[in-house]
């Protein structure tokens, strides 16, 4: 079945994507689902389900603030509750020229990156609130890729 494709591949018409970059757009979209459940929707079962039993979360201000998925399901609950009581809505944004991925042996990969975060008060304006760096190690279960273990570090005030 590969002979009829072969003039194809030679003349450049037929591209596969490489290894890295399918790698690269399928963590991104795990990166985007993530956040998306845990700050915009703020739906931490969710969140947690995109988890592996043995997460673990750390995090340069508050320190290790998670052991388990459990522990995480319980911090995004938290984060969410708070800002329903004040009235704001979060929001994550991937700095998407900071993105690095690199697999990793045994169905792992490494997410490098900067995000920045946003609150919407109840004024309906959006404010950009603060920014870090993050590197995450997913891990390939099922088919599905799930954050292993997460670190946020030099968070910082908005410029």
């Known amino acids: 079945m590969l002979l009829p494709t072969l003039p194809l591949l030679a003349a450049g018409l037929v591209v596969a994507p490489a290894p890295a970059d399918t790698l690269r ?3 991104r979209q795990a990166d985007t ?4 459940a845990a700050f915009e929707a703020c739906d931490a079962d969710k969140a947690a389900a995109m988890t592996t039993d043995d997460m673990e979360f750390f995090h340069d ?3 290790k603030s998670a052991s ?3 522990d995480f399901r319980h911090s995004v609950a938290n ?3 708070s800002a329903r009581k004040g009235g704001w809505q979060l929001r994550r944004e991937l700095v998407e020229s900071s993105l690095q991925v690199f697999p990793l042996h045994d169905e792992r990969a490494l997410e490098i990156g900067d995000h920045r975060f946003y609150e919407r008060g109840k004024d309906g304006v959006e404010r950009w609130t603060g920014q870090a760096r993050f590197i995450q190690v997913w891990r390939r279960v099922d088919g599905h890729w799930l ?3 997460v670190i946020s570090y ?3 005030p908005a410029d």
């Open 25 to 27: 757009v399928q963590i």
């Open 33 to 36: 689902q993530l956040f998306a």
């Open 61 to 63: 201000k508050d320190g």
């Open 68 to 70: 388990s998925r459990e």
């Open 79 to 81: 984060l969410c509750s």
């Open 147 to 149: 954050a292993e273990r």
């Open 154 to 156: 030099d968070h910082r």
